[in-house]
């Protein structure tokens, strides 16, 4: 697992076994806040000695959005509450639990004792302002890659953790592009000098005005290829054929992943339109 410093008093861990997920740390006087968790405890363990060793406690937890990917290593932590979306916590119990087990089926050892941790602070509309140790903390809701994604921004530090609306690659297969384009415009609006991605590297200061633009520019490109496939009546083949690179993503970004999310983005596109003009 890697681990690097983003400011002066935050911290990046970013998994080598799941597609670059990161977990952030920021350290204050009055404790720490972890905002996601990784999902393999055997990971999430160095992030909980780091933190025994940087800092008081940790305070907080916060889930940017319910996927597995950046929940299951809360379990490490039983006692430190957590603060996500209402909806986070409504999927989760709706589905958490089965999701888990279908998780387990594929990586019995890395999962075996993991649990489902619910929010126990919420946000459901406009934002939320968490002070502590110094740090001010603006989380506010950005969806568009699930409905429950929500970013967390360090003002003193000018970092924004973005969670998935913010990848190298944008996905949408359990959200939908309009909307994440307004979160992503929501992003630019808050100028953040550095940003935090939930996969892949972090966006530092200089790049992160190009990269925004980079996955708007995508969003809008495979919601009009999409869009001409299904009323020019072609097949979901030919549409899934159009390069990564044609819409402006490197094939090598997030470890090589691209072109299988991108060809995944395609399908979904596809089908939704395809079922909505039927």
Not at 2 to 22: G, H, M, P
Not at 92 to 115: I, M
Not at 140 to 152: K, V
């Amino acid at each position: 697992m890697l681990q690097e410093r983003v400011s002066a008093d935050i911290y990046l861990f970013t998994s080598d076994l799941y597609t670059q997920v990161t977990a952030g740390v920021i350290v204050t006087p009055a404790g720490a806040v972890l905002v996601d968790t990784l999902p393999f405890p055997i990971e999430t363990q160095a992030i909980l000695q780091f933190i025994s060793r940087r800092a008081t406690s940790l305070r907080y937890i916060i889930y940017t959005h319910y996927h597995a990917d950046h929940i299951y290593g809360a379990s490490l932590f039983p006692d430190v509450p957590i603060i996500a979306h209402a909806r986070c916590r409504q999927h989760l119990l709706e589905s958490g639990e089965e999701g888990l087990e279908a998780a387990r089926t594929e990586a019995p050892d890395l999962l075996e004792n993991v649990v489902i941790r619910l929010p126990d602070i919420t946000l459901d509309g406009g934002e939320m302002l968490l002070s502590l140790g110094g740090k001010t903390l603006r989380i506010f809701e950005t969806p568009g890659h699930s409905d429950d994604g929500i970013s967390i921004y360090v003002e003193e530090d000018l970092v924004l953790f973005a969670g998935d609306a913010m990848m190298p690659i944008p996905t949408i297969v359990d959200g939908d592009p309009e909307v994440l384009m307004q979160s992503l415009r929501k992003i630019q609006a808050t100028e953040p000098e550095t940003i935090v991605q939930g996969h892949g590297e972090v966006i530092l200061r200089g790049e992160v005005k190009d990269a925004l633009k980079t996955n708007l520019a995508y969003l809008e490109t495979i919601q009009r290829i999409a869009a001409e496939a299904v009323a020019n009546e072609r097949r979901r083949a030919t549409l899934l054929k159009t390069d990564v690179e044609k819409c402006g993503v490197p094939r090598v970004a997030l470890n090589g992943e691209a072109p299988r999310l991108h060809a995944a983005n395609l399908r979904t596109l596809y089908n939704r339109l395809a079922a909505d003009r039927e």
